[in-house]
């Protein structure tokens, strides 16, 4: 026999009614706000802009723009904790060391966040006195519906007094405006969570447009500028990694190569025999180096990959490591060369780590397309207690995922298993 659970039947009223109070809040409160940025505003900025011609009115005008940065701050924090929407603080221009006091005092106007809350110091007032009025309307019609038949002995009620429905044509008495009344303030009710969800978010836009759209802006930037320099540094890593086994590996052999070869040279004429075992030598170093170097030009651009694409290369990856690899690959063709090149490494460096460090007896590999992104997972079942500060290439990968705007995660608890997965950004939709 089969069980349903049933939803209790007031979670999602519970939800709607705090979500209803929250905006009511908010809207209230708007009103309360904006008057006294709006009348602070107006009045230093006309103040400062009367004085401006002395440097006293540049004061002013600094002081004007801090208060009005005061307030944004407040409306930013409203929003966080009454709305639950994300309202980024954008990044303020500071003085530097060393700044006088007369461009200390200048800094605020230069920049471009602080005129843009004075702006809403001053537009603020028009959508938060229509969140106010509209909220503050609607639940008085909730209010004056639900006891309208209390207070209406109260009323003056003279000969020539009609009510509203009276004049709507629904008969007259005190029976029939208290049903009127009623029936007004129901409808109140059953539109109040979404007349306040409206004003609200209105008021919010304007401000969020305000206050926190640069601060997206900048953290584009921010976001873009640290995957630049992840970029150079893991290029400029690469680089002095290549260099280091060009040093310790094909250059020492060619150094050795050369040495035997001018041995038997001399060898040549007393003793061909050995000249002949020095060449042979000399030939065993040469079928060595040109290992190494196809090998280090597997590290810099894998051929298979170029030649036959990321699913073959990942699948030959998986099939050469020195531990045994369950491999679950799909991923499309055509891909930008970036991001199979980034994908390939990753797998190869994480496969590397699991060879060197773990201590594992087996390993799987899962790649996937999820349309914007490929999804990378690489885990094994050894030792576990992997981190970033030790080193084991996991630095140099996060650095390389940067510069493309993806991401790195790891999971390595001791005893293990360690998971290694990436989000690769794809440019596709």
Request: include cysteine; charged fraction near 20%.
């Amino acid at each position: 026999m089969t069980t349903t659970t049933m939803r209790p039947p007031t979670a999602l009223p519970h939800g709607l009614v705090r979500r209803t109070l929250l905006d009511s809040a908010y809207a209230l409160s708007s009103f309360v706000l904006a008057l006294p940025a709006f009348v602070l505003a107006v009045t230093l900025l006309s103040l400062g802009a009367g004085l401006v011609v002395i440097v006293y009115g540049v004061l002013v005008l600094s002081l004007a723009a801090m208060v009005a940065r005061g307030f944004a701050r407040l409306e930013r924090h409203r929003q966080r904790t009454l709305l639950g929407r994300e309202a980024p603080t954008p990044a303020y221009l500071c003085a530097r060391e060393g700044d006088g006091l007369l461009r200390r005092a200048v800094t605020p106007l230069r920049d471009p966040q602080s005129w843009l809350d004075l702006t809403w110091s001053i537009v603020g007032l028009v959508t938060g006195s229509l969140a106010f009025l509209v909220t503050v309307v609607w639940w008085a019609a909730i209010g004056s519906g639900a006891t309208y038949w209390f207070w209406q002995i109260w009323l003056p009620d003279g000969e020539d007094d009609g009510g509203l429905a009276e004049l709507l044509g629904l008969g007259s008495g005190a029976v029939a405006e208290s049903l009127l009344n009623a029936a007004l303030g129901v409808v109140a009710l059953l539109t109040l969570p979404w007349a306040v969800r409206a004003v609200a978010a209105l008021h919010a836009g304007l401000a969020w447009s305000l206050l926190s759209g640069r601060a997206e802006l900048q953290q584009e930037v921010r976001r873009v500028e640290t995957g630049r320099s992840a970029a150079r540094s893991a290029e400029a890593e690469s680089l002095r990694r290549l260099e280091r086994d060009i040093h310790d590996g094909p250059q020492q052999r060619m150094v050795r190569l050369g040495m035997d070869l001018g041995r038997a040279r001399r060898q040549l004429e007393s003793d061909p025999d050995r000249a002949a075992a020095t060449i042979e030598e000399a030939l065993a170093q040469v079928g060595e180096t040109v290992e190494e170097l196809r090998s280090l030009s597997r590290g810099i651009a894998p051929p298979l990959l170029v030649d036959r694409g990321l699913q073959v290369a990942l699948e030959d990856l998986a099939a050469r490591s020195a531990v045994p690899v369950e491999a679950d690959i799909d991923v499309p063709a055509g891909l930008p060369p970036h991001v199979e090149t980034t994908t390939y490494f990753v797998v190869s460096e994480a496969l590397t780590n699991v060879a060197k460090h773990s201590g594992a007896s087996s390993a799987r590999v899962h790649v996937r397309d999820a349309g914007d992104a490929l999804l990378v997972r690489v885990e094994d079942d050894g030792a576990g207690g992997a981190h970033e500060a030790k080193g084991h290439g996991l630095a140099g990968l996060r650095q390389r995922l940067l510069a493309v705007d993806g991401s790195l995660g790891l999971e390595s608890p001791a005893g293990g298993p360690t998971v290694v997965s990436a989000l690769v950004p794809t440019g596709r939709r």
